[in-house]
């Protein structure tokens, strides 16, 4: 399943979901309409966790979870909540640790939303998505992001979570051929087999070291 970012729908994702298409995945769009916190998913999230749910009875598998900027944030938290149903995440420059007023949009966020960053709710969650992750997980920044500080996108690493950087802008990120490419990379790995992506050959330079 791919999540949008905030204030965007399941329209903004498509390039993502032809592309696995043509790989031979089955791509699910979230169906919540337009990515507007939890007006979209629930206080709880429960409007997510029950689509989660419904492609997990229908395909019998563990559901991998590829979410652009907010979205990739609550892939997370999907991964630390419903673990025994997903299969990994990957986060496109997403917030995941740090003050939610870091963000270069979160007066926008309070004013859609309706929700504070600065509420106890919100920094429970904040807290949340920066712990060790349940599930493989790999987030993907850039440094010249400008909506997310980079710092703020990274994931905290363990044998099974990974940070990946990449050229590009925040809004770019879902249309960004090496993002493509990684995103199908980290698909192709089998269940129970994850391991770190490796830089090698050519991969070098198109993607630049952590730092």
């Not at 592309?19 to 629930?42: H, S, V």
Request: charged share 20%; proline share 5%; aromatic share 8%.
């Amino acid at each position: 399943m791919v999540l949008p970012g905030f204030m965007a729908s399941g329209r903004s994702t498509k390039v993502i979901r032809r592309y696995l298409d043509r790989l031979g995945y089955d791509t699910y769009c979230w169906d919540l309409g337009r990515n507007l916190g939890p007006r979209a998913i629930g206080s709880d999230g429960e409007h997510l966790i029950d689509k989660l749910h419904e492609i997990h009875e229908e395909t019998g598998q563990k559901v991998s979870l590829v979410g652009w900027s907010l979205g990739g944030s609550m892939s997370a938290q999907l991964g630390q909540r419903v673990p025994e149903k997903v299969r990994q995440v990957i986060t496109l420059g997403s917030p995941l640790r740090g003050r939610a007023q870091s963000t270069s949009v979160w007066r926008v966020y309070e004013a859609a939303t309706g929700e504070r960053v600065s509420s106890d709710k919100v920094r429970e969650q904040m807290a949340e998505l920066a712990g060790p992750p349940k599930v493989p997980t790999t987030a993907v920044y850039s440094k010249a992001d400008g909506v997310v500080p980079w710092q703020n996108c990274c994931v905290t690493e363990s044998e099974h979570s990974e940070n990946l950087r990449v050229y590009g802008s925040h809004c770019g990120l879902g249309v960004n051929g090496p993002v493509l490419y990684l995103i199908a990379n980290r698909l192709a790995q089998a269940e129970g087999e994850w391991t770190p992506f490796e830089r090698e050959g050519l991969e070098q330079v198109v993607f630049p070291a952590n730092s």
